[in-house]
């Protein structure tokens, strides 16, 4: 017994050892393990800043030139979102502006504009927005659609005012305000808003792709007649995941901790509860890993993989398209990837402060994944992989 013991634990320690020098003399893993998760989250924040625009360049086009049309200019650069830079004698000199990046929206108001809201009737304004940044048009949109209601509102109490005095005196004010509070994105910024769920989609890519390209480097490694893989399945697999774990420690503290301390995304969460949460993620990921080795047969394939999982795994997380949305199919291929109850559970600990017994759902789909993914991992490993390895030893000697 204590044999066969010391036998498994040889095969671990060894397997630990060899995947290591697998990993560093291997520039394409390297890449995975180091660029992908230190850089890429760098890079995406810095695209997404700044999260919310201010004091965006206006010019105004006036057709009505009355008191009206002058609150609601005066109404506009008082938001925080828009500065109105000056008026333009007609559309075409306002166009010419935008063209020039002397401002980047306009605001049309046409003639009859008080009149038609004196007559209670409606007095559409135009806004044309620059599209280059789609930033400046969401603050563009929020700004005129609160003055829009406030100027709406203090029209309605005028009306009922004229209409019966008495009436006006209790509508005097608003008697149900609403106030807005986005949880966990309080500036309502897009890199809050979208990145804590990128940061998952790149561990989990980081991680499938590196151990895929893993298993590609060993079978050219074996065909080229530099051994094949011998001893336990298992402890061969719990040894590169060691390997793995141990070069991953530090890019996972940087993706999920430093990086949205360095950007200031939501942090309301437990930083120990959350590498808690994400560990079965990662275990998961290696097992799925460990299955697209069985189909890798040379480095460069994993590639092919990143091309074609890397836009699905964003939609199906429902980072961009609700989950609820989907059809039923898309939702199961969504329930069948540790990312996609990563990307829910880190969010709702990460921005909005859960405890992990708060995401026990997340928490256990993801153990029950990394489980399932280890066991088809090991029968791939075992009854596909290793023999086409013997076979690629034994030609490579002949």
């Given at each position: 017994?204590?044999?066969?013991?010391?036998?498994?634990?040889?095969?671990?320690?060894r397997?630990?050892?060899?995947?290591?020098?697998?990993?560093?003399?291997?520039?394409?893993?390297?890449?995975?393990?180091?660029?992908?998760?230190?850089?890429?989250?760098?890079?995406?924040?810095?695209?997404?800043?700044?999260?919310?625009?201010?004091?965006?360049?206006?010019?105004?086009?006036?057709?009505?030139?009355?008191?009206?049309?002058?609150?609601?200019?005066?109404?506009?650069?008082?938001?925080q979102?828009?500065?109105?830079?000056?008026?333009?004698?007609?559309?075409?000199?306002?166009?010419?502006?935008?063209?020039?990046?002397?401002?980047?929206?306009?605001?049309?108001?046409?003639d009859?504009?008080?009149?038609?809201?004196?007559?209670?009737?409606?007095?559409p304004?135009?806004?044309?927005?620059?599209?280059?940044l789609?930033?400046?048009?969401r603050?563009?949109?929020?700004?005129?659609t609160?003055?829009?209601?406030?100027?709406?509102?203090?029209?309605?109490?005028?009306?009922?005012g004229?209409?019966?005095?008495?009436a006006?005196?209790?509508?005097?004010?608003?008697?149900?305000?609403?106030?807005?509070?986005?949880?966990?994105?309080?500036?309502?910024?897009?890199?809050?808003?979208?990145m804590?769920g990128?940061?998952?989609?790149?561990?989990?890519?980081?991680?499938?792709?590196?151990?895929?390209?893993?298993?590609?480097?060993?079978?050219?490694?074996t065909?080229?007649g530099?051994?094949?893989?011998?001893?336990?399945?298992?402890?061969?697999?719990?040894g590169?995941?060691?390997?793995?774990?141990?070069?991953?420690?530090?890019?996972?503290?940087?993706?999920?901790?430093?990086v949205?301390?360095?950007?200031?995304?939501?942090?309301?969460?437990?930083?120990?509860?959350?590498?808690?949460?994400?560990?079965?993620?990662?275990?998961?990921?290696?097992?799925?890993?460990?299955?697209?080795?069985?189909?890798?047969?040379?480095?460069?394939a994993?590639?092919?993989?990143?091309?074609?999982?890397?836009?699905?795994?964003?939609?199906?997380?429902?980072?961009?398209?609700?989950?609820?949305?989907?059809?039923?199919?898309?939702?199961?291929?969504?329930?069948?990837?540790?990312?996609?109850?990563?990307?829910?559970?880190f969010?709702?600990?990460?921005?909005?402060g859960?405890?992990?017994?708060?995401v026990?759902?997340?928490?256990?789909?993801l153990?029950?994944?990394?489980?399932?993914?280890?066991?088809?991992?090991?029968?791939?490993?075992?009854?596909?992989?290793?023999?086409?390895?013997?076979?690629?030893?034994?030609?490579?000697?002949?």
């Amino acid at each position: 017994m204590w044999k066969y013991i010391k036998s498994r634990f040889g095969d671990l320690v060894r397997s630990y050892f060899d995947e290591f020098r697998l990993v560093f003399h291997d520039g394409g893993i390297i890449l995975f393990f180091c660029f992908l998760p230190l850089a890429y989250p760098i890079i995406y924040s810095l695209i997404y800043n700044p999260e919310v625009v201010r004091d965006v360049k206006m010019v105004v086009v006036d057709h009505d030139r009355t008191s009206k049309s002058r609150e609601l200019v005066r109404s506009l650069d008082a938001c925080q979102e828009i500065r109105i830079t000056g008026y333009a004698a007609d559309l075409d000199e306002a166009k010419r502006a935008m063209h020039g990046h002397d401002c980047y929206g306009i605001l049309e108001i046409p003639d009859g504009f008080s009149k038609r809201l004196g007559r209670g009737e409606q007095s559409p304004a135009v806004i044309y927005s620059d599209m280059s940044l789609l930033l400046r048009y969401r603050g563009f949109l929020v700004a005129a659609t609160n003055v829009a209601q406030e100027m709406g509102a203090g029209l309605l109490e005028e009306k009922i005012g004229h209409t019966l005095p008495i009436a006006a005196t209790i509508s005097t004010g608003d008697p149900l305000p609403v106030e807005n509070i986005s949880m966990g994105n309080i500036e309502n910024g897009f890199d809050s808003f979208i990145m804590p769920g990128v940061l998952v989609l790149i561990l989990h890519q980081c991680i499938v792709l590196a151990s895929g390209m893993a298993g590609g480097a060993r079978r050219e490694r074996t065909r080229r007649g530099c051994g094949e893989e011998t001893g336990s399945v298992a402890m061969s697999m719990a040894g590169e995941m060691l390997c793995y774990m141990t070069i991953l420690l530090v890019p996972v503290m940087f993706l999920l901790h430093y990086v949205p301390l360095i950007f200031s995304f939501p942090m309301a969460g437990s930083a120990f509860e959350i590498f808690l949460f994400i560990l079965p993620m990662v275990i998961a990921c290696m097992g799925l890993g460990f299955c697209f080795q069985s189909i890798v047969w040379e480095r460069e394939a994993v590639f092919v993989l990143w091309v074609v999982t890397s836009v699905a795994l964003l939609f199906l997380s429902g980072l961009t398209w609700p989950r609820y949305a989907m059809s039923p199919l898309w939702s199961f291929i969504g329930d069948m990837l540790s990312a996609t109850w990563g990307v829910e559970g880190f969010i709702k600990m990460n921005a909005n402060g859960s405890s992990l017994a708060q995401v026990r759902a997340e928490y256990v789909n993801l153990w029950l994944l990394a489980a399932f993914y280890l066991v088809a991992g090991y029968c791939l490993r075992r009854w596909v992989m290793r023999p086409s390895l013997q076979r690629a030893g034994r030609s490579a000697v002949g």
